[in-house]
């Protein structure tokens, strides 16, 4: 089934170290996203793709990056983790900006900082 | 920036009875997205609306963009056990989705 897929599901890293997180789609989507969520509160948006053209939020800090080498693939980078970046990180996909811009999300990845 | 009231919070209800949310804002928004999200699971999307008073259906679920294209509601007809989650809407407009912060809703047997 076409669906957006993250790996892994459970991430555990230390304080400081840089770790990634992957999503990957067969939609066939143009636009790609990273959201940030933390418990019981709704998805912050962190950047979007749209193709290869990158879209960072204002309030995004630098810590996190974000590539994606081709329409399937697209990573978060967390260059150096702290503790506040404990979340469930959310990738979705949309097949435009507007009009068919409906987002399908992945599972998730959970980040534990220790 | 923008702001979605999502409301109620959370809800408590028997199984058979129905349901409704609803989102409202002081922004106009071009899309309305509602979604499901269990524990430890992204948000699944139940139904998308794109036009000013469109009325969507999907099985129990009813969801309507509002007229003036500032609010939009969601009702689920005869809950059952598995209903239980949090549901969020999603408003766009100015190239992003802006999100509520979901009513939690808990459906007793």
């Known amino acids: 089934d076409a669906m957006v897929i993250q790996n892994p599901r459970y991430q555990v890293t230390q304080f400081g170290k840089p770790v990634t997180l992957s999503c990957s789609q067969t939609?066939?989507?143009?636009?790609m996203y990273w959201y940030q969520q933390k418990s019981s509160q709704a998805p912050k948006l962190l950047f979007h793709?749209?193709?290869?053209?990158?879209?960072n939020e204002a309030d995004t800090p630098d810590n996190f990056q974000s590539r994606r080498p081709n329409t399937s693939f697209c990573f978060l980078d967390i260059r150096s983790p702290g503790l506040g970046d404990a979340a469930m990180y959310l990738c979705?996909?949309?097949?435009?900006?507007?009009?068919?811009?409906?987002?399908?999300f992945g599972p998730g990845t959970r980040l534990t900082v220790l | 920036g923008q702001q979605l009231n999502q409301s109620p919070q959370s809800m408590f209800i028997q199984e058979g009875e129905d349901v409704s949310m609803n989102c409202t804002s002081s922004?106009?928004?071009?899309?309305w997205l509602w979604y499901k999200q269990d524990p430890g699971e992204g948000p699944v999307l139940l139904i998308a609306?794109?036009?000013?008073?469109e009325l969507t259906s999907n099985g129990r679920l009813t969801a309507q963009f509002g007229i003036t294209r500032k609010d939009s509601f969601l009702n689920i007809s005869a809950s059952i056990p598995s209903d239980v989650g949090i549901y969020f809407c999603?408003?766009?407009?100015?190239?992003?989705?802006?999100f509520g912060s979901g009513t939690k809703l808990n459906v007793k047997p």
């Open positions: 979705a996909t949309s097949r435009d900006l507007i009009p068919y811009n409906e987002q399908f």
């Open positions: 939609l066939n989507h143009n636009v």
């Open positions: 793709y749209y193709d290869k053209d990158f879209n």
């Open positions: 922004s106009i928004f071009n899309t």
């Open positions: 609306l794109y036009k000013a008073g």
């Open positions: 999603a408003g766009y407009n100015f190239n992003k989705f802006y």
